[in-house]
């Protein structure tokens, strides 16, 4: 709405509704305003969950107080009662409750209810979700996997139904969905209407948030909010728990530490790329239901998922530590995408690790090259170069070689950050190096966003391309499909893996079958 737009009495009625008013008309009287209940603004959503525990997020509209009930059934028979947090400006009326002491392997009901501060039989309406817990035994496991979304001028069009891969994964009822990065794209302004071929017309939903790129605090939560306003990603944050990490667009295009944003970027007033982090981040934190991991002062993104003896996820962050976006061809083993304190925490849950799988989740694919037309260097690991390890190699050369020397078998990679799908196999008859245990990357993007590719493959670790999707020309909007997402199912009883690349309505495109070693 522009700011000379004259409002009606309906949209009068909703605007006090959500500053906390409502107006009441008595017969042969003026208007009275009394005060109406908290609102949960944007759905509700949980997260990293695990055996025993799980994280849930919630909203208000005003200060609030939240208050989250557990139990096993969804009738609340015998539930459990929390008393949350005071939600307040500080942190964008966002909250979590880290529930606890859940039974293993079960279906946990969650509901959310906002108490009012002044008055504390004022509540909201509550809502509900579930999600399961990860198991103790052997059993079934599922999830899925993809990241990018609203990103290339492609935000939610109501006219194709919003983010609707969200209720393809939901139909699956995977245990958790893992959100592989570019989770927002904080760079990427919408605008109402984009002209496609064919004379046909993409009609976005914009937000005064999504109208610029992102540089305040505030900005930064409006991109996160403008997700949450699509039915099929609530509907489906309600019912599947989540796990996700971040990638660049959270800030902007192939950022990394140090970097300063050129004059010739006017989008931008602020231009420490440092600044904008720490603001990405806090609205991360806030508007997702991702728990803090210990080892930094700020929380730190990368993590260990466990999810029962069938599997264990590697959650890594391959931004906060990463170095410059230079050739990427250098022979400096201190440098890489982790940092050596994250890359030794890698190297040591990997070989401690007793699940039969061990996926690990990098925001980067590992073997194909991808340029960064802002430095005229390097953006991801590989740099095209066949020969033996450089770079940003040898830091995965060293995690590889260290796993195969302690005898980790069971590895697989997913990403997703290109915005096409594939599958890669990796073995050391056709690498650089011969010291490394045979490996499976997946790649499968976007969720709603530009799709393109394919990259080119570097050789360096002997990979094979056994599957690609990729759209006819760059940028291919949702309109025309190329939008992908990975499903993984683990056989409790065969413990075979299923890795299976799906498109934008849950068809498969591709499926592999992988039989664990050991």
Do not use: C
């Not at 309406?125 to 492609?154: I, N």
Request: hydrophobic share 40%; aromatic share 10%; no cysteine.
């Amino acid at each position: 709405m522009s700011p000379t737009t004259s409002l009606s009495r309906r949209q009068f009625l909703r605007a006090g509704a959500v500053a906390g008013v409502s107006v009441v008309a008595l017969p042969g009287s003026a208007p009275a305003f009394v005060r109406s209940r908290p609102q949960l603004t944007h759905g509700i959503q949980s997260g990293d969950i695990t055996a025993r525990t799980g994280v849930v997020w919630g909203r208000a509209d005003r200060p609030s107080r939240m208050l989250v009930e557990v139990a096993r059934t969804p009738r609340f028979n015998g539930s459990k009662r929390i008393e949350g947090p005071v939600l307040t400006p500080d942190h964008d009326y966002a909250g979590k409750v880290l529930v606890d002491h859940l039974p293993p392997g079960q279906e946990t009901f969650y509901r959310v209810t906002l108490q009012d501060l002044s008055d504390p039989g004022l509540r909201s309406e509550p809502l509900t979700g579930s999600f399961r817990t990860a198991p103790r035994g052997r059993r079934d496991v599922s999830f899925a996997w993809s990241g990018d979304l609203a990103g290339q001028g492609w935000g939610i069009n109501p006219e194709l139904g919003g983010y609707r891969i969200f209720a393809a994964i939901e139909r699956l009822d995977p245990d958790f969905f893992l959100n592989s990065g570019d989770t927002v794209y904080a760079d990427g302004p919408l605008s109402a209407t984009v002209a496609l071929p064919g004379g046909r017309t993409w009609r976005n939903i914009v937000t005064p948030e999504k109208s610029k790129v992102a540089e305040t605090l505030d900005e930064f939560r409006g991109q996160f909010a403008y997700n949450m306003l699509d039915e099929n990603l609530r509907s489906m944050a309600s019912k599947v728990a989540q796990v996700n990490q971040w990638d660049d667009h959270e800030v902007r295009n192939n950022w990394f530490p140090g970097q300063v944003i050129p004059a010739s970027d006017t989008r931008y007033t602020e231009k420490r790329i440092d600044v904008l982090a720490a603001r990405a981040k806090q609205a991360l934190f806030e508007w997702l239901p991702i728990t803090p991991s210990q080892g930094d002062d700020e929380g730190r993104i990368y993590r260990k998922i466990a999810h029962g003896p069938l599997l264990d996820v590697f959650v890594v962050d391959m931004r906060t530590y990463k170095d410059v976006n230079d050739a990427n061809r250098y022979l400096d083993t201190q440098r890489g995408l982790l940092g050596l304190t994250q890359r030794e925490w890698l190297k040591r849950e990997l070989s401690a690790s007793t699940a039969t799988w061990k996926v690990i989740a990098i925001d980067l694919p590992l073997g194909l090259v991808v340029p960064d037309p802002n430095t005229g260097g390097i953006e991801a690991v590989s740099q095209g170069d066949a020969g033996g390890p450089l770079g940003r190699e040898l830091e995965f050369a060293d995690i590889l070689q260290t796993a195969h020397r302690a005898g980790v078998e069971n590895v697989v990679f997913i990403t997703a950050d290109v915005h096409y799908t594939a599958a890669h196999h990796y073995d050391p008859s056709r690498a650089a190096i011969q010291d490394f245990t045979p490996f499976w990357e997946f790649v499968s993007g976007p969720l709603n966003a530009g799709a393109f590719g394919p990259n080119a493959l570097d050789r360096t670790f002997g990979p094979q391309a056994v599957f690609v999707k990729a759209p006819p020309a760059p940028n291919t909007s949702p309109a025309d499909g190329f939008q992908f997402f990975g499903h993984v199912a683990i056989d409790g009883a065969s413990r075979v893996m299923t890795v299976s690349l799906r498109d934008l309505d849950g068809n498969v495109v591709y499926s592999v079958d992988l039989t664990p070693a050991g």
